[in-house]
């Protein structure tokens, strides 16, 4: 893949439609209001500073283990090890509750239309019957079916972003967005965890380094222009939308209709039959995603089962396609098996499954962003590299930037789920549990299996010696 198809599987992870329509609308009611739009810059520039050292590493380190890599090699192998279990877990929780809002939003584009409205479980089924086998194919594949759907996503936001501008004028872009004041305002805390929430996935782009052109290069491309086309079209959508509303107006609207606001603004200023195009387009965003994350997942099974981690099984490429098709298999398996027992226990498919799965996801990306922040310190200091912006300010700072970030998500994890009970919002301790399982592990395979341990620490582009 070269460098836009990289910047099209990024881009497709995080769901930037899905993300408009079920997670913008909460951060004005909930968050600071006007002031979003100035929140996603902030945290668009974190991301940006994470990017830094993320790109300076995937230069120095071409593997499809990414966050493990990054972190086994600036850490050791025993915490690389535990971001690895945690990646594993997160991205595999994720896709269950993207495909549940597959499968929630897919019945309800149907029922708007058609007015018939069949079981959530079998657009789950078919959805994820879908992922599964192109998930099984060569990349570029998927990435040719995420291209598709990605711009007609992007289209017809970018159509009703387009009209208020024509109908508002200069007034679509209030200045009262970008001042203190509105930034401060509310709860800003809530806004800045929700905006995080946005962007996840945005970093999955060295996990295709293996499979794509001029790694070196590409990867490190991918990653900024992730950041730069979602936190600008970000920025774009939410300032025109405070535009549209109004600055004082914008927090209560979007309280008393969070699900409808931009469906409704989208009957208003484009036409009724393009709303019920955009529930349609609602569900095929969380196609992609579901099938981005999917790859994502699999990539990391792949990476374990390489270094002898788990089954080495989980390491074979298939002879035609050329993808880890054994892997992308089990995470389908395990996918199917968390929908299919939430759909038994009768767990709503929105604020239920998709609402804690991807909430649980959330939780541990950001803090395995936040690990390899520190990991990127640790191996441009412990290769003696000269000091500069992107060997050591960008990683602390993004550290900094990410480790609140995580405080914030563990915190008010119950706003990430949608659920009032305290065992589900407890969940987020699992992952601390997971990421110790994956430690004692490493230790393990050091005192057992010194051989395979040093491996774990070294750069890994090829299987290990028999």
């Known amino acids: 893949m070269g460098t836009w198809r990289l910047i099209l599987m990024v881009v497709a992870a995080a769901a930037p439609m899905a993300a408009v329509i079920g997670i913008v609308p909460v951060a004005f009611s909930l968050g600071n209001g006007a002031g979003v739009p100035l929140t996603f810059v902030g945290v668009s520039v974190v991301l940006a500073l994470f990017s830094v050292g993320y790109s300076a590493m995937s230069r120095r380190i071409v593997s499809t283990g990414a966050f493990y890599s990054y972190v086994a090699q600036g850490l050791g192998g025993a915490p690389g090890l535990g971001a690895a279990f945690v990646a594993v877990v997160s991205y595999t929780v994720f896709t269950a509750g993207a495909l549940a809002y597959f499968a929630f939003f897919s019945q309800t584009a149907l029922l708007q239309i058609t007015g018939w409205s069949g079981s959530w479980i079998w657009f789950a089924i078919i959805g994820g019957l879908v992922v599964a086998a192109l998930g099984y194919r060569r990349i570029d594949l998927s990435s040719r079916v995420i291209a598709v759907l990605l711009t007609a996503e992007f289209a017809i936001l970018l159509c009703l972003v387009v009209s208020i501008i024509w109908h508002a004028g200069v007034h679509a872009f209030p200045a009262q967005s970008f001042s203190i004041h509105a930034a401060t305002s509310g709860t800003p ?55 549209a509303v109004g600055p004082d107006h914008i927090a209560d609207t979007a309280a008393q209709s969070t699900g409808n606001i931009y469906f409704d603004l989208t009957a208003t200023y484009l036409a009724p039959w393009v709303s019920d195009a955009m529930a349609v387009l609602m569900a095929t965003s969380l196609f992609a995603t579901t099938l981005s994350i999917h790859n994502v997942a699999s990539r990391y099974l792949f990476a374990l089962g390489r270094q002898r981690c788990l089954p080495q099984k989980l390491s074979r490429i298939h002879r035609r396609h050329g993808s880890p098709h054994v892997a992308s298999s089990a995470v389908s398996i395990v996918t199917a098996v968390i929908v299919l027992v939430c759909a038994v226990a009768a767990v709503p498919p929105l604020v239920g499954l998709g609402t804690v799965a991807i909430g649980f996801g959330t939780v541990g990306i950001i803090a395995l962003q936040c690990l390899t922040s520190l990991a990127v310190l640790g191996y441009f200091r412990k290769t003696r590299t000269k000091a500069s912006m992107a060997t050591r300010t960008a990683p602390l700072l993004a550290f900094l930037g990410l480790i609140a970030a995580v405080v914030l998500t563990v915190g008010k994890f119950d706003l990430l789920s949608g659920a009032s009970s305290r065992w589900v919002n407890s969940l987020p301790t699992l992952l601390a549990v997971v990421f110790t399982i994956g430690v004692g592990y490493a230790l393990w395979i050091r005192n057992r299996r010194p051989t395979q341990y040093l491996q774990m620490t070294q750069l890994m582009t090829t299987p290990p010696p028999d």
Do not use: K, N, Q
């Open 189 to 243: 805390g809530i806004a800045v965890m929700l905006a995080f929430t946005c962007f996840i996935g945005f970093e999955s782009a060295a996990l295709y380094s293996e499979e794509a052109h001029d790694p070196r290069r590409s990867v490190a491309r991918a990653t900024y222009g992730a950041v730069a086309v979602i936190g600008g079209f970000y920025l774009l959508t939410t300032w025109v939308t405070v535009g």
